[in-house]
């Protein structure tokens, strides 16, 4: 069974040599190897073999007889071919004896040939090489006429057409590799074209934002003219509302919608500030790196550059601040810069886009407030600070005619008006002052008609009893009333001055100038008056007078009112109108003043009071008054006599505040730690004093008071006296805390300090006559009073 299967592996392995490719065989022999078989294996190969062998035989006799008849035939041909080698060679023999002078004179018919070719490539190529060296030489004309961008296209021209037809000649290449060098030169001398634009217009920028503003300011003054015959109340919002309606084009010049149209069409318009300046190097470095592919670098150079050139613009002076001029170079320039920049944008095709002169235009007007602001605070005049406003003005005008927005510079505007207000208000605190120093606080006398009209002219007097007296006669008030308000209304020609132009409504000036004037009134006049009534060397007729001035300014506060309605016509009753504080301002004054007068004549008092000289051990009292006491009545009746042009409620007041601190300085002269010791002759002549301190008070130095009202000033020093002189203890002591009690107003403390100085005075006279008997009682009668009181004091403090 065993050699039957191994019969078949090996039929099967011989089979699969026979069939497969000798490249793959090594795995079939391989098997052969690692089995056991060997041997047996070749001997059944060579079986194979030898069968092959065989068949090959039988094929190789089957086909012998052919072979030999084709070597036969191969035979006869050859002998064939050598006859025909040999004709063939004869035939040619024959055949180049026959055709040599053929051959000569086709050679001669090709040379003609080869020269007619060689005329007519040689024409052609001139042909085309003529239009090259015309080319050329138009394009060196072009570059010595300094033709740059028609040079340039003639090169493009002669590159991309004229070249490639002419041929690679030596001269073309030549000309080939000097086109690259001539691009380059056309493009450095068009950048040093526009770096000399660029640095000329850094220098006149002053000068074209110049003429720019004057044209604006030309422009402005005829659309007033104009709409002021159509809408008298209109103004200059009429023009403001038109240029908001512009949409980015000059006002005063048309734009041009195209480069090529330039020239003609600026020579059509009115000549402008655009047309102080040559634009032609920018269009043609502009053309000229365009057409060199290049465009993207030139505008990157050209904004990059005139950002440099903005903020050098925008950096003002140091000392800008100190003149008007130096602020109207610093706007020049901006309007100079930017009316260039809008001529760029108008006339070329994206060299400069909206969006980067609007970014332009945003730093510009950041960095103007700002330095306006900074410049601006060190000002402290207010004729340069309406000067600034009205340039301010007309800057924004001009670039808003241009279409730049401006609304910021109106705010800022807005803001230096409280700065505006500032400096008004310490100018004519300064103004105030002065006409304060210099009045005489005496009523102004009026000697003429003429000049009765001309001081009503400038403060409204509304006196019918006045008018009708006859003159020379005299006006209540001083100087002083006429002049504040003269000052007054320049204070508010000022203000209104300030708000001209600003693009406010009546109601919005109106308001600004009633919120200044009460800054004014409350703020720098009420100051004023609070320094003309507390100066040292102020005295009670100047008072008097300030007290009268104030009473008349507060009557004309009204007239203020309708002279600001008029000015800014708006009617005063206008809902959420602002009023005045005039009124108060000057009632304020007034009861500042009337303060004084009472601090005044205590103080005028005190120093009377200063003099007295009391002998308080007197024996015995005089009849009559003391001296200082007769002077200090002269003088409060001479005093009171100029109140009579006071209102009378202040001159009651006054009169009735002098008797109270009289009557108080005396009590408290009596009572103070210094006087140790009085006795009843003092006490006797104190109360003659008082005596004519009362006759005083009966007597009305003020007209007004009802019955004995002035009497009540003395009633304590009245009853005290009276309980001393009349020696009525008893009384006091028994009546005391009753409403009905004749020493009411009796303090048991004051009475107490009297009577323990007339106590020690006692003592003291009486002290060899201690056994006196009248004596000895008068004493034990004080020490019994003295220990009531306490008594009674004790009883009222538990």
Same mark, same amino acid.
């Given at each position: 069974?065993?050699?039957?299967?191994?019969?078949?592996? !090996?039929?099967?392995?011989?089979?699969?040599?026979?069939?497969?490719?000798?490249?793959?065989?090594?795995?079939?022999?391989?098997?052969?190897?690692? @089995?056991?078989? !060997?041997?047996?294996?070749?001997?059944?190969?060579?079986?194979?073999?030898?069968?092959?062998?065989?068949?090959?035989?039988?094929?190789?006799?089957? !086909?012998?007889?052919?072979?030999?008849?084709?070597?036969?035939?191969?035979?006869?041909?050859?002998?064939?071919?050598?006859?025909?080698?040999?004709?063939?060679?004869? /035939?040619?023999?024959?055949?180049?004896?026959?055709?040599? #002078?053929?051959?000569?004179?086709?050679?001669?018919?090709?040379?003609?040939?080869?020269?007619?070719?060689?005329?007519?490539?040689?024409?052609?190529?001139?042909?085309?090489?003529?239009?090259?060296?015309?080319?050329?030489?138009?394009?060196?004309?072009?570059?010595?006429?300094?033709?740059?961008?028609?040079?340039?296209?003639?090169?493009?021209?002669?590159?991309?057409?004229?070249?490639?037809?002419? @041929?690679?000649?030596?001269?073309?290449?030549?000309?080939?590799?000097?086109?690259?060098?001539?691009?380059?030169?056309?493009?450095?001398?068009?950048?040093?074209?526009?770096?000399?634009?660029?640095?000329?217009?850094?220098?006149?920028?002053?000068?074209?934002?110049?003429?720019?503003?004057?044209?604006?300011?030309?422009?402005?003054?005829?659309?007033?003219?104009?709409?002021?015959?159509?809408?008298?109340?209109?103004?200059?919002?009429?023009?403001?509302?038109?240029?908001?309606?512009?949409?980015?084009?000059?006002?005063?010049?048309?734009?041009?919608? @195209?480069?090529?149209?330039?020239?003609?069409?600026?020579?059509?318009?009115?000549?402008?500030?655009?047309?102080?300046?040559?634009?032609?190097?920018?269009?043609?470095?502009?053309?000229?790196?365009?057409?060199?592919?290049?465009?993207?670098?030139?505008?990157?150079?050209?904004?990059?550059?005139?950002?440099?050139?903005?903020?050098?613009?925008?950096?003002?002076?140091?000392?800008?601040?100190?003149?008007?001029?130096?602020?109207?170079?610093?706007?020049?320039?901006?309007?100079?810069?930017?009316?260039?920049?809008?001529?760029?944008?108008?006339?070329?095709?994206?060299?400069?886009?909206?969006?980067?002169?609007?970014?332009?235009?945003?730093?510009?007007?950041?960095?103007?407030?700002?330095?306006?602001?900074? !410049?601006?605070?060190?000002?402290?005049?207010?004729?340069?600070?309406?000067?600034?406003?009205?340039?301010?003005?007309?800057?924004?005008?001009?670039?808003? @005619?241009?279409?730049?927005?401006?609304?910021?510079?109106?705010?800022?505007?807005?803001?230096?008006?409280?700065?505006?207000?500032?400096?008004?208000?310490?100018?004519?605190?300064?103004?105030?002052?002065?006409?304060?120093?210099?009045?005489?606080?005496?009523? *102004?006398?009026?000697?003429?008609?003429?000049?009765?009209?001309?001081?009503?002219?400038?403060?409204?007097?509304?006196?019918?009893?006045?008018?009708?007296?006859?003159?020379?006669?005299?006006?209540?008030?001083?100087?002083?009333?006429?002049?504040?308000?003269?000052?007054?209304?320049?204070?508010?020609?000022?203000?209104?001055?300030?708000?001209?132009?600003?693009?406010?409504?009546? /109601?919005?000036?109106?308001?600004?100038?009633?919120?200044?004037?009460?800054?004014?009134?409350?703020?720098?006049?009420?100051?004023?008056?609070?320094?003309?009534?507390?100066?040292?060397?102020?005295?009670?007729?100047?008072?008097?007078?300030? *007290? *009268?001035?104030?009473?008349?300014?507060?009557?004309?506060?009204?007239?203020?009112?309708?002279?600001?309605?008029?000015?800014?016509?708006?009617?005063?009753?206008?809902?959420?109108?602002?009023?005045?504080?005039?009124?108060?301002?000057?009632?304020?004054?007034?009861?500042?003043?009337?303060?004084?007068?009472?601090?005044?004549?205590?103080?005028?008092?005190?120093?009377?009071?200063?003099?007295?000289?009391?002998?308080?051990?007197?024996?015995?009292?005089?009849?009559?008054?003391?001296?200082?006491?007769?002077?200090?009545?002269?003088?409060?009746?001479?005093?009171?006599?100029?109140?009579?042009?006071?209102?009378?409620?202040?001159?009651?007041?006054?009169?009735?505040?002098?008797?109270?601190?009289?009557?108080?300085?005396?009590?408290?002269?009596?009572? #103070?730690?210094?006087?140790?010791?009085?006795?009843?002759?003092?006490?006797?002549?104190?109360?003659?004093?008082?005596?004519?301190?009362?006759?005083?008070?009966?007597?009305?130095?003020?007209?007004?008071?009802?019955?004995?009202?002035?009497?009540?000033?003395?009633?304590?020093?009245?009853?005290?006296?009276?309980?001393?002189?009349?020696?009525?203890?008893?009384?006091?002591?028994?009546?005391?805390?009753?409403? /009905?009690?004749?020493?009411?107003?009796?303090?048991?403390? /004051?009475?107490?300090?009297?009577?323990?100085?007339?106590?020690?005075?006692?003592?003291?006279?009486?002290?060899?006559?201690?056994?006196?008997?009248? #004596?000895?009682?008068?004493?034990?009668?004080?020490?019994?009073?003295?220990?009531?009181?306490?008594?009674? *004091?004790?009883?009222?403090?538990?």
């Amino acid at each position: 069974m065993a050699s039957a299967e191994t019969a078949a592996e !090996h039929e099967r392995i011989l089979r699969e040599i026979e069939s497969t490719d000798t490249n793959c065989i090594g795995p079939t022999l391989r098997s052969v190897y690692d @089995g056991q078989e !060997h041997g047996l294996f070749m001997e059944k190969l060579e079986g194979r073999i030898r069968n092959h062998d065989r068949e090959i035989e039988k094929m190789c006799n089957h !086909h012998f007889q052919g072979f030999v008849d084709s070597i036969t035939e191969l035979l006869k041909v050859r002998g064939e071919a050598q006859k025909l080698k040999g004709q063939v060679t004869e /035939t040619n023999q024959k055949l180049q004896s026959n055709g040599k #002078e053929l051959l000569t004179t086709m050679d001669e018919l090709r040379q003609c040939r080869l020269q007619q070719r060689n005329i007519a490539t040689t024409i052609d190529k001139l042909a085309h090489c003529l239009p090259v060296l015309e080319m050329y030489s138009k394009l060196q004309e072009q570059m010595r006429s300094k033709r740059y961008y028609p040079a340039l296209r003639t090169l493009e021209q002669l590159e991309e057409s004229c070249l490639p037809q002419a @041929g690679s000649y030596q001269f073309c290449s030549i000309m080939a590799e000097n086109i690259s060098r001539l691009r380059t030169h056309i493009r450095d001398v068009s950048m040093s074209d526009l770096k000399d634009f660029l640095e000329s217009i850094r220098k006149h920028s002053d000068k074209i934002g110049e003429t720019a503003m004057k044209q604006a300011q030309v422009q402005i003054a005829r659309d007033n003219a104009v709409t002021s015959q159509q809408h008298s109340a209109s103004g200059r919002r009429i023009q403001k509302e038109a240029c908001l309606d512009r949409t980015g084009s000059n006002p005063f010049t048309e734009q041009d919608s @195209g480069i090529l149209d330039v020239e003609n069409e600026e020579a059509d318009r009115v000549s402008g500030a655009q047309d102080l300046v040559d634009f032609s190097p920018v269009y043609r470095c502009l053309h000229i790196y365009s057409v060199l592919g290049a465009r993207d670098t030139f505008e990157n150079y050209y904004r990059k550059q005139r950002r440099k050139q903005a903020r050098l613009v925008l950096q003002p002076h140091s000392n800008m601040h100190e003149t008007l001029e130096g602020y109207r170079r610093y706007f020049n320039q901006i309007v100079g810069f930017f009316v260039v920049e809008d001529h760029i944008l108008h006339t070329t095709q994206g060299l400069v886009n909206r969006a980067y002169v609007e970014e332009l235009w945003e730093l510009a007007l950041s960095k103007t407030i700002a330095a306006l602001r900074t !410049h601006s605070s060190y000002c402290t005049d207010p004729d340069l600070i309406l000067d600034l406003k009205n340039l301010i003005v007309l800057f924004a005008d001009t670039l808003q @005619g241009y279409g730049f927005p401006v609304n910021q510079l109106f705010d800022m505007l807005l803001e230096m008006r409280d700065q505006y207000g500032e400096i008004l208000l310490k100018k004519w605190n300064q103004s105030f002052r002065q006409i304060l120093d210099q009045d005489n606080y005496s009523p *102004i006398p009026v000697s003429t008609p003429e000049e009765y009209q001309r001081i009503t002219g400038q403060f409204p007097c509304q006196d019918p009893e006045l008018d009708k007296m006859p003159c020379p006669k005299k006006l209540p008030f001083s100087e002083f009333v006429p002049k504040v308000y003269s000052q007054l209304k320049e204070f508010i020609y000022a203000c209104l001055k300030y708000s001209e132009d600003l693009h406010l409504s009546s /109601t919005e000036i109106d308001d600004m100038i009633r919120k200044s004037t009460n800054l004014l009134l409350t703020r720098t006049l009420s100051h004023c008056l609070q320094y003309a009534t507390k100066k040292k060397n102020v005295g009670l007729a100047e008072l008097v007078q300030i *007290i *009268i001035n104030t009473t008349h300014l507060e009557q004309c506060c009204h007239y203020l009112e309708e002279f600001i309605s008029n000015i800014t016509n708006v009617p005063p009753d206008t809902i959420n109108a602002t009023k005045l504080y005039g009124t108060s301002t000057f009632k304020d004054a007034r009861h500042a003043a009337e303060e004084e007068i009472y601090t005044n004549l205590n103080q005028k008092i005190d120093q009377f009071l200063q003099l007295a000289d009391y002998d308080w051990t007197a024996a015995q009292g005089g009849g009559e008054a003391s001296d200082y006491l007769s002077d200090l009545i002269a003088f409060l009746c001479s005093t009171f006599a100029v109140f009579t042009h006071l209102p009378g409620k202040v001159a009651q007041t006054a009169c009735m505040s002098a008797c109270k601190h009289l009557s108080t300085s005396l009590l408290q002269l009596l009572l #103070e730690s210094d006087v140790r010791q009085v006795s009843m002759g003092a006490l006797q002549q104190f109360n003659v004093d008082v005596k004519e301190c009362e006759r005083f008070a009966r007597a009305g130095p003020v007209p007004g008071f009802q019955g004995d009202t002035l009497l009540l000033a003395f009633i304590d020093l009245r009853q005290l006296l009276d309980l001393f002189t009349q020696w009525d203890w008893s009384t006091y002591l028994a009546d005391y805390g009753r409403p /009905t009690c004749k020493y009411l107003r009796v303090n048991p403390n /004051t009475a107490l300090a009297l009577l323990e100085k007339m106590k020690d005075t006692s003592r003291k006279n009486n002290m060899f006559a201690q056994f006196r008997k009248n #004596e000895r009682d008068k004493q034990k009668l004080i020490d019994t009073v003295v220990k009531q009181l306490r008594n009674l *004091i004790s009883s009222n403090q538990a």
